[in-house]
């Protein structure tokens, strides 16, 4: 009955918890629930604010960009190498011929002029033709004084100097070759390749100063001009790949796709309305190119415009060919998407609480929760533990004060019916019945000092006490049971011992209880020393049995009330565990201190230290 009532406590108090701290969390996740769709709104709108805002700053800047391509080629109409934009973002400006774009650096070569076509047509023969090396360069040597561009002269020096190597003259030829390093840029064959590689090509493979000419070639590759693709390709060839290079190359493989495939783009941005920006790249570039086309513009032809998209985009923004994860860009950008490299831009407005708190709050209010289910499952426990100890107790009085009061009777009504045989046994009998009323007036002493200690009632009148007639008293008190079950009590006592002020009733039920202690866990032995000192300045009482002995962890727990030992020898000896309680507090209100020495099978040695200075009584 005790149990269920229990039970349905613990399921109350549990319910007036639990219930309300289920409710809570409840409404709690229901308002982040309410809480992350608003934040998911507002990041939709601000995403879209964000993509707005973008596309206006984008195409700002290209507008300027553009007129100020525009503005620079009306000023020179034949300036346009890259060094001479006005903007590093711009890659080229070409000229559209119908479907067909004309990168700015292929450009058509100028016919050669008649005196230089024949000089050179003569020494080709020659040299091909006639094997006359000696005539060839006579020839060639005419063509370079007939040479009225660029590209003629430094044919012609080209040439002169193959045909000087195969004569055999293999100093002048590098001088020449030397000198055509320093050939303009525009200095192209119909290949698209500057006669300044040939030159440098020759050089290397005549060993004739390869350092000098691999740091022009490096130059080349790092310098402002723009190389077409097959020079490009002999570089490559000439000193090997390298990240540089490759870039380069990759650029202007790009642009030859662009120029193959005008027509289709042209139609991508005349689709747009004529005036957008389109990405062009292959779809894993990380860095499309923007390319628009503007129309004639007297004296300007129709251009086609080429921008880094990188150089463009505002920092924190990628611009990418779209992506199903990409924010498109709108009609004015078809097929571009922004990727966002970092959260700055799509930072929201959101006044609610962070994820964070609502879930360190939840965790708040299940932790109080459990925390409290757990304060109140410890004090039902604590409680229903206590109820046990207590009927416990109350089992063990019944029994220690049913066992004298059983001797008590019995030996009464004996003495009574007249059933004693002579004068010994009758003398025998009433000092038995006298022994147990002491005992159990020790046992009602007990029980009412726990009362009182409990209520803190409890009052000690200390007066000059002389602890070896307390010590001789308590053992004449014990004498007889002593004797009944064959236990020897040896008190020493020390000489000398000073007076203490204490109450000489309390020590001596402190001793009493130690030595019926001792009386009931001796196990086999049957001597009990009793043994009074002064010590470090304490007045030590010490009882010392030789019987059962205890583990340290008992030792920790002997003085708590109502504590019983768990061993087996310990449940069957009777006992209400509140004697050595009694103990600890009677040496605790004279100021002093209980200490125990015990190891299991040797015996046990209680000690009640009391300081010697004088003390005044107490009220506990």
Known sequence: MRVTRHKRQILLFLAAILVPAGVLIGLAGRLMYQDRELGAKRAVDQRRAAVDQLRRELSSRLEAIKLQEINRLMRSPNGNRPQDSASPAVIFTARPEGDRLVLPWEGSAPDDSAAFAKHREEGEAR????RDDAGAVAAYRLALAAAGSPSESAEARLSLARTLSKAGKPDPAARLYQTLLDAPSDARDEQGVGYRFYAAERLLAAKREPASVLSFLRKEIDGPERLTLPELYM????????????????????????????????????????SGWIPYGPPSSEDPWLVTITPPQPP??????????????????KLR????????????????????????????????LPAGIWIAALALVLGVAVFGGYLLLRDVNRDVRMNEVRSQFVASVSHELKTPLTAIRMFAETLAMGRSRDEHTKSEYLETI??????????????????????GKKIYRLRPTRLEDVASSAARALQFPLAQQGFQLHLSVQEELPELQADPDAIQQAILNLLTNAMKYSGNAREIDLRLAARNGDAVIEVVDHGLGMEADERKHIFEKFYRAPSHESRLIAGTGLGLTLVAHIAKAHGGRVEVESAPGSGSTFSILIPIPKEVGVQV
Do not use: C, Y
């Not at 006298?434 to 209520?455: G, P």
């Open 321 to 352: 060919t779209r992506v199903a994860e990409g924010d498109a860009l709108g009609d004015a950008f078809p097929g571009l998407s922004v990727e966002w490299a970092d959260s700055r831009a799509l930072e929201t407005v959101h006044q609610g």
């Open 235 to 274: 570089i490559r060839s000439l000193i090997g790949a390298g990240q540089k290079i490759s870039e380069r190359i990759a650029e202007m493989e790009q642009a030859a796709a662009l120029a193959k495939d005008f027509a289709r783009v042209r139609a991508r941005v005349e689709s747009g309305g004529g």
């Open 300 to 317: 300007l032809p129709g251009l086609v415009l080429a921008v880094w998209s990188s150089k463009v985009a505002p920092p924190g923004v």
């Open 127 to 130: 040299e091909f033709a006639k």
């Open 434 to 455: 006298v022994n147990e009323s002491e005992r159990l007036a020790r046992l009602v002493d007990n029980v009412l000092d726990f009362s009182k200690i409990e209520q």
